[in-house]
């Protein structure tokens, strides 16, 4: 069973990717509010994913708890503007994961993000199989 929701972890991480990456790409054609919005918040989600893939036997409770401060650490740590890491947030991949900037509203987007995916992740695997 574990290998079976690691593969839907897996499954929900790219999706997230997916749709993250969709939603910067194209977002003049999106409205307003989800061109600001949804990349944080699936990026957000995608980390969550990424701790229940990781640690699929913990509690949801768990990786809402990791995906939190894994996300706000990465927003503080945008406080730091040394040259080195600054180098590392110009290319692509350094801004995808790491930002550019520290922005606080960005926190609100990942708590959204999480919580949807905990809901999402209940709904599939705690409300779709109640015993478990």
């Known amino acids: 069973m574990n290998e079976l929701k690691r593969g839907?972890?897996?499954?929900?991480?790219?999706?997230?990717?997916?749709?993250?990456?969709?939603?910067?790409?194209?977002?003049?054609?999106?409205?307003?509010f989800l061109a600001e919005n949804a990349g944080d918040a699936l990026w957000a989600a995608m980390v969550y994913f990424g701790?229940?893939?990781?640690?699929?036997?913990?509690?949801?409770?768990?990786a809402?708890?990791?995906s939190v401060l894994f996300s706000f650490g990465i927003e503080f740590s945008q406080l730091y503007q040394a040259d080195w890491?600054?180098?590392?947030?110009?290319?692509?991949?350094?801004?995808l994961i790491l930002g550019k900037g520290f922005l606080a509203v960005d926190?609100?987007?990942?708590?959204?993000?999480?919580?949807v995916a905990?809901?999402?992740?209940?709904?599939?695997?705690?409300?779709?199989?109640?015993?478990k």
Request: hydrophobic letters at 55%; one cysteine or more; a positive charge.
């Open 8 to 32: 839907i972890y897996l499954l929900l991480i790219v999706i997230m990717i997916i749709f993250g990456l969709a939603s910067r790409a194209n977002g003049s054609s999106h409205p307003a």
């Open 51 to 62: 701790f229940r893939f990781l640690f699929v036997r913990k509690s949801l409770q768990t």
């Open 64 to 66: 809402m708890l990791l």
């Open 85 to 95: 890491i600054n180098q590392i947030r110009n290319t692509l991949l350094g801004a």
């Open 107 to 115: 926190l609100v987007r990942y708590t959204a993000g999480i919580i």
């Open 118 to 131: 905990v809901f999402l992740d209940w709904c599939i695997f705690i409300r779709s199989n109640p015993r």
